[in-house]
């Protein structure tokens, strides 16, 4: 027979050992639940940055060509448009978020040869001759009011934030944003074969080298330069020509369409440019132009 301390001491062990079971299944309980609340929320955080990183890729590259109020495929984005060409992008607002959106602009041929000078437009510096406006084959429809020659004014102060790319630019394009895009690089000689007599085909976009001297050929579309450009011989162009540095035209060198400098223009007494913003806005109409382009900071708009 078992003393009474020994029949005591089973007494109180039993219930403490059922106790401990107790605890142990509860916090076994407890850990199991804990794992799978953190599998959830694991889950649900990466289905919340797919969701955001696909936002992010359709705000940064919307729909080509949206009309106003359509909606994308997938009915996650909406097309707002604003003023001037600009338009406003909004993602669907997800659960308990923000509706996040972005802000783009389009860029119409139209629109901005509108805004374009009839034939040339400098920083400094207008040449007293050599300018003229085309005499046929351009529609008076765009530009008919504008100086035939005008000094570029000067950019708003104070400055917006972030700022627009240096001046001459179109719309909210400079040369750098413009230098981004598929292109046919020139570096000086005579135009390349490939786009020599290109008036009866689609426009191009040309970048020559800075300082570069183009002699001979001839070309149509948008012709641009990061710095200082000559152009001598028997050159034609017919379109946009964007120059951020100092334009020289010697010789028979024409240029058909609008030209505009960023410093100053000299113009030989053989040399032409012959105005006509409506060939620049035909020029204007090429696909990798014609299209939206981000604006500086437009991505992250709402966000920190």
Not at 87 to 113: E, I, K, N, T, Y
Not at 200 to 214: F, K, M, V, Y
Not at 218 to 246: H, I, P
């Amino acid at each position: 027979m078992p003393s009474p301390r020994a029949r005591c001491r089973r007494g109180v062990v039993l219930p403490i050992a059922l106790f401990l079971v107790l605890a142990l299944g509860a916090l076994a309980t407890s850990v199991l639940v804990l794992v799978r609340a953190e599998l959830l929320l694991e889950r649900r955080a990466i289905t919340y940055l797919e969701e955001r990183g696909l936002e992010e890729s359709w705000l940064d590259s919307p729909l080509e060509h949206p009309e106003s109020g359509q909606l994308a495929s997938d009915a996650s984005i909406a097309f707002v448009p604003l003023v001037h060409g600009f338009l406003h992008v909004q993602a669907a607002a997800g659960a308990g978020g923000p509706r996040r959106s972005a802000v783009h602009w389009r860029l119409d041929p139209d629109s901005v040869a509108a805004r374009l000078p009839g034939g040339l437009e400098v920083g400094r510096d207008p040449p007293p001759t050599g300018v003229e406006r085309a005499a046929s084959g351009c529609p008076a429809s765009l530009g008919s009011g504008a100086a035939l020659v005008r000094i570029r004014p000067p950019d708003p102060d104070p400055a917006p934030d972030p700022p627009l790319p240096p001046s001459p630019r179109l719309g909210i394009l400079g040369v750098e944003q413009i230098a981004e895009l598929p292109l046919t690089e020139v570096s000086g000689g005579r135009l390349p074969s490939d786009i020599s007599d290109s008036e009866q085909g689609a426009p191009r976009i040309l970048r020559a080298t800075a300082g570069a001297t183009l002699v001979g050929g001839e070309a149509y579309g948008l012709l641009f330069t990061s710095g200082d450009l000559r152009l001598g011989g028997d050159m034609a162009f017919r379109g946009l020509l964007l120059v951020a540095g100092d334009l020289r035209l010697e010789d028979d060198a024409v240029v058909e369409g609008v030209a505009l400098v960023g410093g100053g223009a000299e113009i030989a007494s053989s040399a032409r440019i012959l105005g006509c913003p409506a060939i620049a806005a035909r020029a204007l109409d090429h696909p990798e132009l014609a299209r939206l382009h981000a604006v500086p900071g437009g991505e992250r708009l709402g966000r920190f």
